[in-house]
């Protein structure tokens, strides 16, 4: 049984650039939450997806957005991105009603 | 809104000895889950253990335990027979019932060191 597989795992992008990260989540999940973890922090929630459509959100600028497919898996993508920016982003599932979420491993994104 | 605290950056332990981190916790809502999660060098986020508020019962998974203070809103993980795989970064994380807040809220962190 897959758990939860993100891609990919490292990426290299300059300032003002965009960038997409995927997200599979784990067999049965419907739901998927992402989360972006500065060095030396906890996780901070930029939004969950569930039925395709964004249904909460954490506390980012516009330039992040993300994107739920028929298949439950998301993407997640940033557009003009900052030095700030730079952080471990991480994917998480859940099955509707589960209060836990699983994760991935999570992708490793460094503006420069 | 909801905070985590958890006032220890470091901590350390001797191999089978027992070690308990710290986390508490603000929040006015009644009912709520809570969690802890190990965050190794592999970066993936573990679940070792939840709670929900409206359980007395502390739970508790094999070497892992939490005492669950609802009124003093604190909420710690005694880790039991400490193992070298136990060395890694854990999180205290609060999550409201549902209803329309899904996120989980996390702590800053333990890094927990194994010492053989």
């Known amino acids: 049984d897959a758990g939860v597989t993100q891609s990919p795992t490292h990426l290299i992008k300059t300032r003002g650039q965009q960038v997409t990260l995927r997200c599979s989540p784990k067999?049965?999940?419907?739901?998927v939450s992402w989360y972006q973890q500065a060095l030396g922090q906890g996780p901070q929630f930029i939004f969950q997806y569930y039925e395709e459509e964004e249904r909460q959100r954490g506390n980012f600028p516009d330039r992040f957005s993300g994107h739920q497919f028929p298949n439950y898996s998301s993407e997640l993508n940033v557009n003009a991105l900052l030095l700030g920016d730079s952080a471990l982003y991480l994917c998480?599932?859940?099955?509707?009603?589960?209060?836990?979420?699983?994760f991935g491993s999570g992708t490793r994104l460094t503006v420069v | 809104a909801q905070t985590v605290t958890q006032s220890q950056p470091e901590m350390s332990v001797q191999e089978a000895e027992t070690v308990t981190l710290s986390c508490t916790y603000d929040t006015s809502e009644s009912d709520y889950y809570l969690f802890w999660y190990k965050q190794p060098p592999s970066r993936q986020m573990i679940l070792v253990i939840r709670?929900?508020?409206?359980?007395?019962q502390n739970a508790t998974e094999n070497r892992f335990s939490v005492n669950f203070q609802k009124a003093a809103k604190s909420f710690s993980l005694k880790i039991s027979d400490s193992q070298l795989g136990d060395a890694a970064m854990y999180f205290c994380a609060y999550r409201s019932p549902g209803g329309s807040n899904y996120k989980l809220t996390f702590g800053k962190g333990t890094l927990l060191t194994v010492n053989p």
């Open positions: 067999s049965g999940h419907d739901t």
């Open positions: 998480a599932s859940s099955d509707t009603g589960q209060a836990g979420y699983t």
């Open positions: 709670q929900e508020a409206y359980k007395q």
